[in-house]
C-alpha cells in the first residue's frame, strides 16, 4: 500500500512497484479522507507492506504528525506489516528515527525508510523492498537494533568525519543518521540479548573504505569478533559481487571467510566477514608485521609471503590460463588514463615534458629517460597468463595472524588478471610503502641492483645497508614466486614493465613524502632501461 497525498510521486512509486512485480494498492484522498480509507482498506485487504508519508497534512509543518500516527495505527492493527516510512532530513531524520525506534517496542516488526528529494531508482527500491521481505517477522527481530549501544561513544562521528568529504551535500546533511543506520541495521539480527558493538578502525587507506573491527557483546551468549568494511554503496556491491565470484570457498588453510550479513542506506553499504576461525583482533597488518622483523629475522618475511602465494592464495593460482591480448591493453585496463596521471606525476617531481626523451629532477643533478614514451613505445608481449587476483596487495589488505598464516581482505579489485598482478603490486608495498631507509643515494643504488638482473631467479647483488639486503633477500624470493607461478618462463619484460607502472602511480600521490615520490620515479626509470 502506498499512502502518499503527492498523486505524482505516488503514481511513480506503485508503477515501479507493479513493474517489480508486486500488487499495489494506492490509497486516495488527502489528509482525514486518506487515513480513514487506509485504515478502511487495512481492515478489508491484506497489506503486507505499506510506503507512509510522515507528513500527510501539511508537508511544511514540521509538527504534522499524521504519517506517524497513521503508521502506529497500522502496526495496532496488522503487526505483520512492514513499514518503509518516508521522511524529509529537516535537517536530520530524528522525526523518523524516532518512529522507528517506537515501532521497536512493538515486536515483531521490520522497518526502512526513503527520501522523497528524488524517486528511488528501480534496483534501489526492489532491493529495499526484497530485504525487508527476507526479514523472519515472526522471530522478534527488527530491521533497525536502536537499543544496541555503539563503543566508543564517538565512533559515529569519526565515520562522519572520513565520509562527509566523499558525498553530495543532499548526502553529508543526513550522514550521522545514515551512519547509526548502517551499523544498527547491520547487527539487528542479534535480537535479544545484543546489547552493544565495540568498534576499533583499521588504518585508512588511500580509497574511501573504512574497515573495522567488531565485537558484539550479548547477554546469554558469546560471539566472535568481525571484521566489518564500511564505503560508498556502489563499491560495497561491486566488492560483494567479487567475492561471491572469486573468494568465497576458495582460499586455502581453512581461511576462506563468509560475507553474508550486508546493510545498506541510500549511500553507503557494509558487510561483517564472518567465520574466521580466529579472532581478528589476533590479526596484525602484513605492514606491522614487516616493521617488526626486516631487521632481525627477514626470514619470518619470506615465510609469510611463501604461505600468501603457495596455500591462502594456491587455488587462485593452480589453474592459469593463456589469454591472447597485449599487455599494452592490459596496461590501459589497469592504470586508467594512465598517461594522464603518470604525465600529471612527472611535473610534480622533475623537469621536462611527457614527449622529451630525458628528464631532471627538481632540485637533483639527476638525468633520467623518460618512462613515458618507453611505455608507449615499447614492444611487449601480445599475451599473458591470467588467474585470480587480488588486486591490491598492500600491506593493509594482507595480514598475519599468531601463527604466520595469512589472511586477505578488501576484495574490490579481485578477479582474473594478469598473473604477475599482485606479485609486482606487492613489491611496489615493500618499496615504497613499507622501506624506511631516507638516504636517496642508497635508494637509488638499490633501484640500479633489482633492475641489473636478466631473469626472475637471478640473484640480485648483495648490499651494504642492512634493511636494503634483507628486503633484497625479500623481493628476491617474490620474483622467484612469479617465475614458478607462471611456469619459469623468462617473464622479466612483463615483470619490470608492470612494476613500473606502479612505481609511477605513486609520483601521482600528492600527499605522499617527496623523497618516495622521487624514489619512484628514478626506480621506475632503472626498470625501463630494461627495454
Not at 349 to 358: D, H, P
Amino acid at each position: 500500500m502506498v499512502i502518499d497525498d503527492e498523486e505524482t510521486w505516488k503514481t511513480s512509486i506503485s508503477n515501479r512497484l507493479k513493474t517489480i512485480g508486486y500488487e499495489v494498492v494506492v490509497t486516495p484522498g488527502v489528509c482525514e479522507q486518506l487515513i480513514e480509507e487506509s485504515l478502511r482498506l487495512m481492515g478489508s485487504t491484506r497489506i503486507d507492506l505499506a510506503i507512509v508519508d510522515m507528513r500527510l497534512c501539511d508537508p511544511t509543518d514540521k509538527s504534522d504528525s499524521s504519517g506517524k500516527d497513521l503508521v502506529l495505527e497500522i502496526k495496532r492493527r496488522c503487526r505483520d506489516c512492514i513499514i518503509i516510512a518516508k521522511t524529509i532530513y529537516e535537517p536530520k531524520v530524528e522525526y523518523t528515527v524516532e518512529l522507528l525506534r517506537k515501532l521497536g517496542e512493538i515486536p515483531p516488526v521490520a522497518s526502512d525508510y526513503i527520501l522523497p528529494e528524488e524517486l528511488p531508482k528501480k534496483d534501489d527500491l526492489e532491493n529495499k523492498v526484497k530485504r525487508l521481505f527476507s526479514l523472519d517477522r515472526n522471530s522478534g527481530g527488527v530491521g533497525i537494533n536502536f537499543n544496541l549501544v555503539i563503543d566508543p561513544d564517538d565512533t559515529i562521528s569519526k565515520l562522519r568525519e572520513h565520509f562527509s568529504e566523499l558525498l553530495s551535500e543532499q548526502y553529508r546533511y543526513s550522514l550521522e543518521e545514515e551512519l547509526e543506520v548502517l551499523l544498527k541495521s547491520l547487527y539487528f539480527e542479534g535480537g535479544e540479548g545484543l546489547d552493544k558493538i565495540k568498534i576499533e578502525p583499521r588504518k585508512k587507506g588511500k580509497t574511501s573504505a573504512l574497515v573495522m573491527l567488531v565485537k558484539p557483546y550479548y547477554t546469554s551468549k558469546h560471539l566472535e569478533a568481525e571484521i566489518v568494511k564500511v564505503d560508498l554503496k556502489k563499491r560495497i556491491e561491486k566488492e560483494l559481487s567479487n567475492f561471491n565470484s572469486y573468494v568465497r570457498g576458495q582460499l586455502g588453510g581453512r581461511r576462506s571467510p563468509r560475507a553474508e550479513r550486508v546493510s545498506y542506506t541510500d549511500s553507503l553499504g557494509a558487510f561483517a566477514l564472518t567465520d574466521l576461525g580466529i579472532d581478528p583482533f589476533d590479526l596484525e597488518e602484513f605492514g606491522d608485521y614487516f616493521k617488526r622483523h626486516i631487521f632481525n629475522d627477514p626470514h619470518k618475511i619470506i615465510n609469510v609471503i611463501k604461505v600468501h602465494f603457495q596455500e591462502t592464495c594456491n587455488n587462485w593460482f593452480a589453474r592459469p590460463k593463456d589469454v591472447e591480448k597485449p599487455l599494452k591493453t592490459w596496461i590501459d585496463q589497469e592504470f586508467k588514463n594512465w598517461e594522464v596521471d603518470f604525465l600529471e606525476g612527472l611535473n610534480w617531481v622533475s623537469q621536462g615534458k611527457g614527449n622529451e626523451g630525458i628528464i631532471t629532477l627538481y632540485g637533483l643533478d639527476i638525468s633520467l629517460r623518460n618512462p613515458i614514451p618507453v611505455i608507449r613505445q615499447a614492444k611487449l608481449s601480445s599475451e599473458y597468463k591470467q588467474t585470480i587476483t587480488h588486486g591490491d596487495l598492500n600491506d593493509r589488505n594482507f595480514l598475519v595472524d599468531k601463527f604466520h598464516r595469512t589472511w586477505l581482505i578488501d576484495f574490490y579489485r579481485t578477479g582474473p588478471s594478469h598473473i604477475l598482478r599482485d606479485f609486482t603490486r606487492l613489491e611496489t608495498t615493500l618499496l615504497f610503502e613499507l622501506m624506511e631507509t631516507e638516504n636517496l643515494n642508497a635508494l637509488i643504488g638499490f633501484s640500479e641492483k633489482l633492475s641489473r638482473v636478466r631473469s626472475l631467479d637471478d640473484e640480485i647483488p648483495s648490499l651494504e645497508n642492512q634493511e636494503l639486503d634483507n628486503m633484497r633477500l625479500i623481493i628476491q624470493e617474490i620474483r622467484r614466486l612469479a617465475a614458478r607461478a607462471q611456469g619459469l618462463r623468462e617473464g622479466i619484460d612483463d615483470y619490470f614493465m608492470i612494476c613500473s607502472c606502479y612505481a609511477l602511480k605513486i609520483t601521482s600521490f600528492k600527499n605522499d613524502p617527496p623523497i618516495r615520490r622521487r624514489h619512484s620515479l628514478i626506480h621506475a626509470s632503472k626498470l625501463l632501461e630494461h627495454f
